[in-house]
Structures are given as structure tokens and as C-alpha cells.
């Protein structure tokens, strides 16, 4: 069975602040994917970013980058120089062999306070 | 711009009455999908549509029936549901057949059930 943890229900920071989100994941797919989406108060599910388990390269998009360790089973999203647009919920997921299938964690609420 | 849009953006109904949320997809794929998500929780999937035919029913009640009438639309057909059906019910696309593949998600319909 396919879990993903995102041990922090709610984060508050004050703009400007960084921030990281921890995802852990459990999986026995050898294949596997993850994924990033963040929930504005508005409730659309917005894409932020797709890591095969074959590339543990880390990735930077503007403020924001991700951190795969296979090792430790770990996808941690931190954004840099946060700003109260970043307010939302952000889940982590995953998708292995059972197609079609996501597996979400739980949702980490972030605040950024001005 | 989303290129997933859903409505009614709202809506809220009786117990005793039927309705529909429709959602429609520009972005070409062959996979459509319905999530209900309850407050301060993660989308739980609800039906899975390839191609044109249901794929996956992760054993809905008969009350929420599905159709996809073709591979740009997707609708929700709602009779008799019960209050704790209220909810934000997000429609996603993806291209179909590969676990890698990204969902997209539309902005959901929020549905109030009296």
C-alpha cells in the first residue's frame, strides 16, 4: 500500500520568511512519481511540479524548490522569500502502478502573515 | 487561465432534488476524473473515466452517477443525496495509461446538500 505523510498540519510564517513543507512516502513501486499541488483559498488544485523516483536531481522554479532523497523517502518543497500569496494548503502525492490512482497526503496549511 | 473549468461554481439542493455539474476539459486528454473533497481533507477519488469509459468506481453510492457523453466533457449527476454529501467536488484530466501522468485540476463545484 502507498502512504504519504505531510507531518505538519498547519505552518504560520511572516512574509519574507522561508518556509520548507516535509513530505515523506511510503511505496513498494520500484516506478513511482510525485507531486506537488497547492489549494488556494479559491479550492482549484493548481500543478506545481512532477519527480520520477529515477531522478533525484533537486529543482528550482523562481522562490520555490524541491528536495527528493530517495534515501530517506523524503520530497520537501521550501519556498524562499515568502509572500502572502503563497497562503494556501499544499499536498504532496504520489502516483505508482496503479494508474489513474493518487495517493495524497494530508495537506500542510501555510499562512504567511504580512 | 484553467483549462479544466466546472460548473456551477455553487450550488446547493435539497435532499430530494437532482442536479448536475458538468465539466469540460481544452487541453486534449483522454482521462477524466471526479474527486470529492471535505473540508480541511485531501480529494478522495470518486470515478475514473478512459477514454470514454468508466475505468475505476471506487465504490460511490448510486447516487452520484457519472457520464461522459465525450472526451472533452464530463458530467455528475446527483438524486438524493444526503447532507454529509456536502462537499467540493473537483473534475481533473489527464492523458490516460501511464502513471506519470499529471492531473489537472478545475476549480471545483461546492455543493451544500439541505
New interface residues.
Given amino acids: 500500500a502507498q502512504k504519504v505523510t505531510q507531518a505538519q498540519t498547519e505552518i504560520s510564517v511572516v512574509e519574507k520568511e522561508d518556509v520548507t513543507l516535509d513530505c515523506v512516502y511510503e511505496t513498494r513501486d520500484t516506478?513511482?512519481?510525485l507531486?506537488w499541488?497547492k489549494q488556494p483559498p479559491?479550492?482549484?488544485?493548481?500543478?506545481l511540479i512532477?519527480r520520477?523516483s529515477f531522478d533525484e536531481q533537486n529543482e528550482i522554479s523562481g522562490r520555490y524548490s524541491w528536495n527528493f532523497q530517495k534515501s530517506t523517502s523524503s520530497f520537501n518543497f521550501t519556498i524562499t522569500a515568502s509572500q502572502v500569496v503563497d497562503s494556501a494548503v499544499y499536498?504532496c502525492a504520489l502516483?505508482?502502478?496503479?494508474?489513474?490512482?493518487?495517493t495524497?497526503?494530508?495537506?500542510t496549511?501555510l499562512t504567511v502573515h504580512p | 487561465d484553467?483549462e479544466v473549468t466546472q460548473t456551477p461554481k455553487h450550488l446547493v439542493m435539497g435532499m430530494t432534488n437532482k442536479k448536475s455539474l458538468k465539466c469540460e476539459q481544452h487541453m486534449g486528454h483522454r482521462?477524466m476524473?471526479w474527486y470529492k473533497q471535505k473540508a480541511?481533507?485531501?480529494?478522495e477519488?470518486m470515478f475514473?473515466y478512459?477514454y470514454e469509459k468508466l475505468?475505476?468506481n471506487e465504490s460511490v453510492p448510486s447516487r452520484f452517477s457519472p457520464e461522459c457523453p465525450n472526451s472533452s466533457l464530463l458530467n455528475l449527476h446527483l438524486h438524493a443525496l444526503q447532507p454529509e454529501d456536502s462537499a467540493?467536488y473537483?473534475c481533473?484530466s489527464s492523458q490516460?495509461?501511464?502513471?506519470?501522468e499529471?492531473?489537472?485540476?478545475?476549480?471545483?463545484t461546492?455543493l451544500l446538500v439541505l
Fill in positions: 516506478t513511482y512519481y507531486f499541488y479559491s479550492g482549484e488544485l493548481v500543478f512532477r520520477n499536498f502516483s505508482g502502478t496503479s494508474y489513474g490512482k493518487l495524497f497526503g494530508q495537506g496549511i | 484553467t482521462a476524473y480541511k481533507k485531501p480529494p477519488l475514473v478512459s475505468s475505476i467540493l473537483l481533473a490516460p495509461g501511464l502513471a506519470e499529471t492531473q489537472y485540476f478545475g476549480p471545483g461546492r
